[in-house]
């Protein structure tokens, strides 16, 4: 007993008596030596790390394979998340306050402006790393079969990215926003059949698909309402659920390999 | 536990398969805290523009929309906005979503072996590139009025454009557009060998046409930039 004692010491004591209380064991439910229990367990056991298998071929884990770009993708998707909560608090989305809110982050409140700064890089590097993301997975061929309908999910993810980044484009509501956004929509009057400058049109411009995106005729208050309810809730709550369906789907069929 | 025991029980063998823990988790953690310092330091350094407040009587020439979407205000200087704002990204979404239905050729799949599917990449990487040359000319070769400026020409020198744009007749439209289509999908099934036989009829006729209508947008760049060409279909209802 006294030589275990000299051989360890206070704070393998110290350690010994925290991971061996039972407020620790409530929350962390196995050991860390190095078995393959608890290599196993540490993936299954934890919520964050369970989207994970327990373990893959092992071509899976080389960087130079998938780059990490979807993981990254992801990861920036939660950056943007984080952020956008934040923006949240001191952004209101109404043409009054749209704009000096924005200067106020930019000037005024402390680490206002990395803030904004992040969000707004984050979404631009958000759309790249999901576009060569895309490369990767279509250079090493991974949507054959069994992976059909997850490239397909992934093409819906790329397109609501897209609108996610375009919709937030609007909500600083300076020129840039104003005119990018002026652009933007213009193309939807030239839609056949539902646009009212498009060929074939059969609605005018009080009823087209561009009036009901903006809800009006030109960009203004209405605009700028419902590009913030699109961009804070509804196409943040499309790219979950579908980035769920999709992890889930490569779970189910396993990271594409070499067979 | 219960995944690898149905992989065992497939009669695939285990033994070529690692933990995940750590070794896959601490790549993600070093591909995560990469990303954070990336846009920390991005963030520190460049602050994200913010232009005058916006005011609906006046706006930006040129009026650019984000850099994703510049590829397609590009072509709307060669395309009228139908074409260049719908069909064409309809197209481009359409031909993503079909990729995995239209590519049967070979199930090589997990690895790069490009040399092993020529057509398919090709015709992909020919695309991609497409989107990204023409995102650069808007990005940075575009001023006021959407004229070309070199990067060193100063937007101050205001241009002109003085070329007088024709158009076809509408029957050589018709006979144009026929033979490009029609006698692009022929020539591509004789060129082509086999592969009809290989990929079925609806797949190849599917895979020709969305190349065929790829391979339009440089071809109609070409005659705008060359012969100033502004449509080469005219009809009361729509042009190309
Ligand atoms: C928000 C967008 C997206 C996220 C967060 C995402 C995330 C991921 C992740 C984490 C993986 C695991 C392997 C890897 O990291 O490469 C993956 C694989 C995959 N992704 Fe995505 N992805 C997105 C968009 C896309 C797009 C645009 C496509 C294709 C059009 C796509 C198709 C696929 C396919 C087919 C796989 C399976 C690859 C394999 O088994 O090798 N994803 N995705």
Redesign the pocket.
Known sequence: MSEQKDRYGLSHRFIKGITGSSIWKSVFRHGYANTDKNRALQITSNFFLHVHPIRLKKH?FRIR??????????FV?IVEFVTGILLMFYYRPVVEFAYMDIKSLMIDIPFGAILRNMHRWGAHL?VI???F??L???L?G??KPP??F?????????I??LLLSFSGYLLPWDQLAYGGISIGTNMARAVPFLGHEGPFAVVDKYHDVRFVLLGGTEVGPVALLRFYVLHVILLPMV?LI??GV??W??RK?????PL | MENDNKVVEKGKSATDKEFVWPDLVFKELLASVGVVVLLVVWSLLVDAPLRPEADPAWTENPAKAPWYFLGLQEMLVYFDPWLAGVVVPGLIVAG?IF??YLDINNPI??EYRLGKRKMATLLFLFGFIMWFVLIFVGAFLRGPSWYFYWPWESWAVVKHSNEVLWSFHWLAGVVFLGLFFIGGTFLSIVIGKGFVQRLGRTRSLIIIFLALSMFFIPVKIALRLLFNVKYVLRTPFFNI
Do not use: K, Q
């Open positions: 899976a394979f998938t780059w990490c770009l979807g993981g990254i993708t992801f998707f958000m790393t999901v576009i993301h895309m990767r997975v279509f090493t991974s949507y992976r059909e997850n490239w397909v999910i992934g093409v819906l993810l790329l609501n990215t790219v579908l980035a999709h992890f789907r490569i069929d396993n990271i594409s390999g | 993503l990729i995995p799949s997990g």
